[in-house]
């Protein structure tokens, strides 16, 4: 059982490494696309928000679907369709194209296997969903560490087309091969206590108050990663430091590839943190970290070597969110609609997607190019965050698991 249960968490994983690019390194595509196709910044910011909207807002339906479907063939499907959704868009001349094949295509693809993925991981790993959710999560938020040098490389060779056309099929290959191996735990391969499913549906679930207080808390701890995951080019192009050099390394995606380890590592050692000290004090912790690493990062982002390692701390802050709340929405509900309560939950990063690509890009040039209101008001809400989840979310889940008697 043990060897089956770390050998789906391995093709999970690959699954996910497979198909984080298109979120993770769309911002090196950024400067090429707003040159050729002539844009502004918030106008080709919302393909991002529609790659991450659509990405979420099909969460609900993808998660029913894979309660019907097969793993391999779903999430399969899923990774085929996102690396499609790059070899279309290195065709496209028009903003309406991109925003149909990077950004709806690209979310409808991306979405299926993340929630596919982290639905099953948590299936396998029933007594330790915070380092399952964070495992599947992890690999979401490290696969473009693999990608980002080699993408920028070729970039600066060959084009941003070409490069997305190679890059596209070796999503699909790569994911495809991996999902072939994925399968759901029998009955017979779990105890007797972890077979059963318990606790509400999802019609109940969306009636409870904390069920969207942790959506408006997920949204707003989104909201400020997606900025600095969709903004990051133009913040390092405004400090002057996208073009340096950090220990021998271009600037940038030195700082893109520590981000992707920071926020990689943060989803499996949060969500192991919070499966021992509780989720909200785990939220809490993480939450302020964000808060104060982004204070820091923009009063010394000057500093090229800072610039790099901050942004790392960021990210560290921020990525656990993918780890967090959907263990702490499954411990809360049970397991009984599981996949689809955090499809819907999955949802309010569509909303920080919004918030943080193309409002915050229009926040950025309404105040003269000042980045300092964009990172207020993101300190601000991650400040917020980590208030609400101990004085308020601690106390209402514990009232709600007193009443409901409800044990995982």
């Keep these: 059982m043990t060897a089956k249960k770390w050998g789906q968490m391995a093709a999970g994983l690959i699954c996910m490494l497979s198909i984080s690019s298109p979120q993770y390194v769309w911002t090196l595509f950024t400067p090429h696309l707003r040159t050729e196709l002539s844009l502004g910044a918030p106008a080709l910011q919302v393909t991002f928000s529609i790659l991450i909207v659509v990405q979420t807002l099909f969460s609900p339906v993808q998660g029913w679907i894979a309660r019907h479907v097969v793993p391999r063939v779903l999430i399969g499907a899923g990774v085929i369709v996102t690396g499609l959704s790059w070899v279309a868009a290195a065709q496209v001349h028009s903003l309406a194209m991109l925003y149909m094949t990077y950004g709806l295509l690209g979310g409808i693809g991306t979405g299926i296997v993340y929630v596919g993925v982290v639905s099953l991981l948590m299936e396998w790993f029933p007594e330790n969903r915070g380092m399952a959710a964070g495992m599947g999560a992890a690999g979401y938020g490290m696969g473009a560490m693999l990608t980002t040098f080699p993408i920028a490389h070729m970039m600066a060779a060959s084009g941003w087309r070409s490069t997305m056309v190679v890059f596209g099929l070796l999503i699909a290959v790569t994911g495809t091969v991996a999902a072939c191996f994925l399968y759901r735990p029998d009955a017979h391969a779990l105890s007797t206590r972890q077979q059963v499913l318990w606790g509400a549906n999802t019609a109940q679930v969306v009636r409870s108050p904390i069920f969207w207080l942790m959506f408006f808390m997920m949204a707003t701890m989104a909201t400020s990663g997606l900025m600095v995951t969709s903004q990051l ?87 656990e969110i993918f780890s967090l709340f959907p263990a702490t929405l499954t411990d809360t509900f049970g397991t009984r609609d599981a996949s689809r309560n955090y499809g819907i939950l999955y949802m309010a990063q569509g909303v920080g997607a919004i918030l943080g690509g193309p409002l915050a890009a229009w926040l950025h040039e309404a105040t003269g190019g000042n980045w300092g209101p964009v990172f207020a008001c993101a300190i601000g809400g991650d400040i917020l965050t980590a208030t609400l989840a101990f004085a308020v979310l601690r106390p209402m889940r514990k009232r709600y698991m007193a009443r409901s008697h409800i044990h995982s």
């Design 233 to 319: 080019a133009q913040i390092a192009a405004d400090k002057g430091i996208a073009h340096l050099m950090v220990w021998g390394m271009a600037a940038l995606p030195l700082a893109m590839t520590l981000d992707r380890i920071a926020n990689g590592l943060t989803r499996p050692m949060f969500g192991w943190i919070s499966d021992r000290i509780g989720r909200e004090l785990t939220m809490t912790i993480a939450f302020m970290l964000e808060a104060v690493a982004l204070a820091c990062w923009i009063g010394l982002s000057s500093h090229p070597v800072l610039f790099v390692l901050l942004s790392g701390v960021v990210f560290l802050g921020w990525g």
